[in-house]
């Protein structure tokens, strides 16, 4: 892979986990507004965040060693598409019990996304290399959360 390939490479990375992150952070801004539309509490309606994380402790540790067996690309693919199509599909809840299963699934594919992405940078890149792979991965990590909560609330 040429330096420019592992750029690009390295960027999609980046975005993926950019979005996962992204996808949990731009809730909290909006948690009021959910909560009146929903006509719940505030309080109910922040299990929106717990719904998106929690798949993420169980479906990692299943994930991984299929991954390691089955390939990484088509666990990244599906967590992308699992999480993006059922982060979309969310804008159109109809009840806040729709919204909870969808977040949910949306999580699902997230925790598909974040084992992966670590485990390619190591299958990819050589060890001299991993540290700033792994550095500019997180730092997207980072960006989402700074930026999440601030882009929400103004869109």
């Known amino acids: 892979m040429s330096v ?3 750029r690009v490479f390295l960027a999609v990375l980046g975005f993926l ?8 952070v731009v809730v909290a801004p909006v948690i009021t507004q959910i909560a009146s ?3 719940i509490s505030t309080g109910t309606a922040r299990l929106l965040v717990a719904a998106y994380g929690a798949p993420g402790i169980v479906v990692s540790l299943i994930v991984g060693p299929f991954s390691d067996r089955g390939g990484r690309k088509r666990f990244l693919v599906a967590g992308s598409v699992v999480m993006g199509l059922f982060t979309l599909i969310s804008a159109f809840a109809t009840s806040f019990l729709v919204l909870i299963a969808l977040r949910t699934v949306a999580g699902i594919g997230a925790a598909m996304i974040f084992p992966n992405t670590s485990a390619t940078i190591g299958d990819t890149f050589p060890y001299r290399d991993r540290g700033r792979a792994m550095s500019t991965v997180i730092g997207f990590n980072t960006m989402a959360s700074v ?9």
């Open 37 to 39: 539309d929903f006509d």
């Open 147 to 155: 930026i999440g909560v601030p882009t929400a609330g103004i869109v």
């Open 17 to 24: 986990t950019f979005a996962s992150v992204y996808a949990t």
């Open 4 to 6: 420019r390939e592992r």
